[in-house]
C-alpha cells in the first residue's frame, strides 16, 4: 500500500511552476471544487493540460465551498479530493486553496495559460490580468453539456 496522498502547498506548486517554466516547459493552472468527480470534470482537466505541458489543479477547501455553495456541500472532503485528481494522468500537481477566490494562487504560481469553463464571462475570469500581465494567455474550456455533481445530487435527492 502507497503512502497517503499528500496535496502540495501553494508554496511548493509556485516553486514546482518556476522549475518548469526554467526547463522551458507551459504551465497551465485551472482551479475549482471538483466534488462527485465526473466525466465532465475529466474532459475539462484533460482539455486543460492540453494547453501545455504541465497542469496545476487548485481545489477549493471544504471552508471555500460551503461558503460558495451552502452548507450540504461538499459531498466529498477536500483532501480526498485533492488525491482524486492527483491520480489523474493529466493532473502534475495538486493544491487546496481557502480564499473565496484562487487570486493569491495564481500570483503566487504565475502560470503561462490559466484555463476556465466557458461558463466564465471573459471579463469574470479571476487571475485573468495577472496571467496577460507576463504574456500569458487565458483558455475558456467548453463545459460538458449534461454532466455537474449539482445534477447529480439532485438525481440521487429525486431517487431517495
Not at 502540495?8 to 509556485?14: E, F, K, N, V
Not at 468527480?37 to 477547501?61: F, K, M, T
Request: hydrophobic share 45%; with cysteine; net charge neutral.
Amino acid at each position: 500500500m502507497s503512502a497517503p496522498f499528500e496535496p502540495l502547498s501553494i508554496d511548493a506548486c509556485a516553486e514546482l511552476a518556476a522549475r518548469w517554466r526554467r526547463e522551458g516547459r507551459r504551465v497551465v493552472f485551472t482551479n475549482g471544487v471538483f466534488d462527485l468527480l465526473h466525466p465532465g470534470h475529466v474532459r475539462y482537466l484533460q482539455a486543460a493540460r492540453a494547453e501545455g505541458d504541465v497542469l496545476i489543479v487548485a481545489v477549493n477547501s471544504d471552508r471555500s465551498v460551503r461558503a460558495n455553495k451552502g452548507d450540504d456541500r461538499p459531498v466529498t472532503p477536500e483532501r480526498e479530493r485533492a488525491e482524486i485528481l492527483g491520480a489523474l494522468a493529466c493532473v502534475d500537481a495538486v493544491t487546496i486553496f481557502d480564499d473565496p477566490t484562487p487570486a493569491a494562487v495564481i500570483e503566487a504560481i504565475q502560470p503561462d495559460v490559466l484555463v476556465k469553463g466557458a461558463d466564465w464571462a471573459a471579463d469574470r475570469i479571476v487571475g485573468r490580468d495577472t496571467v496577460e500581465r507576463r504574456g500569458g494567455r487565458v483558455v475558456r474550456v467548453p463545459v460538458e453539456a449534461g454532466w455537474s455533481t449539482t445534477a447529480i445530487l439532485e438525481k440521487i435527492r429525486r431517487r431517495s
